[in-house]
């Protein structure tokens, strides 16, 4: 499964901006998909996720009732919709879908949030 994310960029704070990671190589139907997110010197974080079943959704503290994940089956791509962002939003933002035994991580995408 290859990833490719894309969407970031630098906005101003309480701008909103959408996030896209596009599969391909497999179906990905079965998978779970999220988006987490990493600053240099601090841990990666995890922002948000989206179950292949039952589509529930799941969202770290930091970002909830802001961000909106989402996924469309037949694109196979997941999508993260940022509202209200912070310059603590600031961070690279990666991908992933896994599964039993397996996960892929897209490549990365630069959210810069100036205040």
């Known amino acids: 499964v290859q990833l490719q994310a894309c969407g970031g960029g630098s906005v101003q704070a309480g701008d909103s901006l959408t996030l896209s990671c596009a599969a391909s190589?497999?179906?990905?139907?079965?998978?779970?998909m999220g988006w987490f997110r990493h600053v240099p010197g601090k841990p990666r974080e995890f922002v948000a996720a989206i179950k292949s079943t039952s589509s529930n959704t799941y969202y770290g503290d930091s970002v909830k009732g802001r961000f909106t994940i989402s996924r469309n089956y037949a694109k196979m791509t997941v999508y993260l919709e940022m509202n209200s962002l912070t310059p603590e939003d600031t961070a690279v933002y990666y991908c992933?879908?896994?599964?039993?035994?397996?996960?892929?991580w897209g490549q990365g995408t630069l959210v810069t949030v100036s205040s």
């Open positions: 992933k879908v896994w599964s039993r035994g397996s996960e892929y």
């Open positions: 190589g497999r179906s990905i139907s079965s998978y779970d």
